[in-house]
């Protein structure tokens, strides 16, 4: 069982920048393809970054050039930096590990990008 644990989020001025991390434990990290994911009041939850095992990275359109996924497999970490942020990057944003068949969520943390 992996456990997943996110902080990090908070409250933001449209522009300004937040790093979110997820601690894990209970697996092999190094092994597992990690995301970043994002739900925002009455939306589907989407898929914003994901980071392979190997280290290869995809975005979703809307944040490519914003936001940055990376990994420290020595510390289980994974982090999703977020610059240049919008209103409309207000949302829940989950942690996710994927092996296999087999996928994880951490319990979320919230982003808000207000003035």
């Known amino acids: 069982q992996v456990q997943l644990v996110e902080s990090g989020g908070g409250l933001v001025q449209p522009g300004g920048s937040l790093r979110l991390s997820c601690a894990a434990s209970?697996?092999?990290?190094?092994?597992?393809?990690m995301g970043w994911y994002r739900q925002a009041p009455g939306k589907q939850r989407e898929l914003v970054a994901g980071?392979?095992?190997?280290?290869?990275?995809n975005y979703a359109d809307s944040v490519k050039g914003r936001f940055t996924i990376s990994r420290d497999n020595a510390k289980n970490t994974v982090y999703l930096q977020m610059n240049s942020l919008k209103p409309e990057d207000t949302a829940v944003y989950y942690c996710n590990a994927a092996v296999s068949v087999l996928m994880y969520w951490g319990q979320g943390t919230q982003v808000t990008v207000s003035s």
């Open positions: 209970g697996g092999i990290f190094r092994l597992y393809a």
């Open positions: 980071i392979t095992s190997g280290g290869s990275t």
